[in-house]
């Protein structure tokens, strides 16, 4: 119930820095064409930030993946060594 009080609590925050930042930006001392470059540069930086946090992500993704294939390649040997085990015990079982 707190973890969601507190993600609302961020959304504001969030909502309300984008409504501070528009409004500086309505009554910023700037041309209009100088607002549009600071604008177009900012945007630009929000882009390769976001580019490159997905690079990232991806990255630890395969990284995850990979770990997990090993895991699964490593119980998939363990157990075919169990059931090689079994069959033998089964097989000296039956022998006596």
């Known amino acids: 119930m707190a973890d969601c009080n ?3 609590k961020v959304a504001y925050f969030v909502a309300g820095l984008g409504i ?13 064409k100088e607002t549009r470059k600071q604008i177009a540069g900012k945007a630009q930086e929000g882009k390769d930030y976001v580019a ?3 690079r990232e992500i991806r990255k630890q993704a395969e990284e995850i993946v990979d770990q ?28 006596r």
């Open 68 to 95: 997990g294939k090993d895991l699964v390649s490593k119980q998939k040997a363990r157990l075919a060594d169990v059931l090689e085990s079994g069959k033998q015990a089964a097989r000296e079982t039956f022998a």
């Open 20 to 32: 501070g930042a528009a409004i500086a930006l309505l009554f910023a001392p700037q041309s209009g």
């Open 52 to 54: 490159s946090k997905g």
């Open 6 to 8: 507190v993600s609302t």
